[in-house]
């Protein structure tokens, strides 16, 4: 799909990471920590950090994808302590990335605020009614979603599970998209920013 945006999804709370020998960032396991927590940030180095992150990057950059945008999951890239890694990853790959910072930054003009309330209890047709003020005083903004078709991996891997099922008849009803038109709401992605 060359329309597609395609981002890289950061993980440091998932699974293990591309490199080995980075002790900071994983458990007596090997495996990343899954929440980060005072303590666990207390423990990362950040060159490691750094490393792993750009590694990340390089790997769906190799496989040939065109990447759009950055983001990460449990969105450990908007934690303060992690600003300088984000800072030089942003100069080094020169991509958007989604917003959520708990701290300012003076790179505005790549950062996309992101809302992240299509959630869990809020995952209902109501929302985008609901919500659509909130969507509107944005000139541009990342709506959050999981959608997905639900497999025995997903099943097994996360607590989040039969509501991307969900969300994905949601999103793609023709009770949403009727809702967004009528409120002038353009559909786009990373890529064509």
Not at 2 to 7: F, I, M, Q, T
Not at 13 to 32: A, H, I, Q, R, Y
Not at 119 to 126: G, L, R, S, T, W
Not at 142 to 171: C, G, Q, V
Request: glycine share 4%.
């Amino acid at each position: 799909n060359k329309d597609l945006g395609c981002g890289v999804h950061m993980t440091l709370s998932c699974n293990k990471p591309l490199n080995d020998n980075l002790k900071s960032l994983v458990d007596e396991n090997g495996m990343f920590y899954r929440r980060i927590n005072e303590e666990v940030l207390n423990k990362i180095d950040l060159d490691e950090l750094y490393y792993e992150f750009c590694s990340q990057i390089d790997k769906v950059k190799n496989a040939g994808i065109e990447i759009t945008h950055l983001d990460s999951h449990h969105h450990v890239h908007t934690i303060l302590y992690f600003k300088e890694v984000i800072k030089a990853i942003m100069d080094k790959y020169n991509l958007k990335i989604r917003g959520g910072f708990e701290y300012e930054s003076n790179w505005k003009e790549s950062v996309i605020p992101c809302i992240d309330l299509f959630y869990d209890k809020n995952v209902d047709i109501e929302f985008f009614n609901n919500n659509i003020a909130k969507i509107k005083s944005y000139d541009i903004c990342d709506l959050m979603t999981h959608p997905a078709f639900i497999d025995n991996y997903l099943l097994n891997s996360t607590s989040y599970a039969i509501n991307r099922a969900k969300e994905h008849e949601i999103l793609t009803s023709k009770k949403v998209k009727t809702i967004l038109n009528e409120n002038e709401i353009i559909l786009t992605n990373y890529k064509n920013l």
